[in-house]
């Protein structure tokens, strides 16, 4: 029988947890990995900021590294069409030595189809992409995470909430958006995988923060990590000289900045 003396355990009950018997993935951001250690698996992480701020490319760049350190990722894209993903990726992939530029104009190709190849074959084995054309239903995404997961892949990227249908959850919008973050918490743990998610932030003119951040108080209270991608530009500036002069020397000389919010 549930006795209220068995709902209790001492210290002395409880296995410690430290970092050496947590794995993590690093970002391969110097700095970032040096503050935050990496992504823990089993944890779930949002990103935020504003139309543009590199948010996208950013978790791009991570499905790169996340594959050079040898672990698999699942995508779900609901702005970007599969096909120029691809393109994103061969040419990160490349670098800019490896790309020629298209006719007169500012767009760029990968110059060599061999390369080209070589760097399909190798992500293969370490990315898949959701179908574009496949349910964005709440409850057939987490069934594909789930699947994922079963397959080997050790982080899941969704990008974006928004364009996921949580209508079967509940009626309330703001419940059904708390419903599904309890819910990702809930699956990192249990598959032991790291699930980022972004996150727009609400019509906010200037620097957001990370109440600005549109959705359920929820979305960022189950959740393990909040960072926002800053844009480096003269309102950003002018802002963080508000909470201290010297900043913009040191901030100025980056093209985006990402601030950690939350990192438990």
Known sequence: ADT?????ETLADIDIETDENIEYIKSGFFNLDKHINGFALGEVSVWSGVNG??????LLQECLEYATQGYKTMLFSGELKNGTIKNLLCKMCVGRSGLARIGDTNMWKVKDKKLECLVTEWL????VLY??????EAVDVVQAIRYSASQGCKIVILDNLMVLNLRQLDKDKYEAQSIFAKELAKL???LNIHIHVVMHPRKVSGFIRKEDISGSADL???VDNVFIIHRVNKDFMNRIAEHDREAPKTFGIYSNVIETCKNR
């Open 4 to 8: 209220y003396s068995m709902r209790f």
């Open 53 to 58: 701020s590199g948010k996208s490319n950013f």
């Open 124 to 127: 293969s084995k370490y990315l």
């Open 131 to 136: 179908k574009n054309d496949s349910s964005t």
């Open 188 to 190: 990192a743990k249990e």
């Open 220 to 222: 960022t209270n189950a």
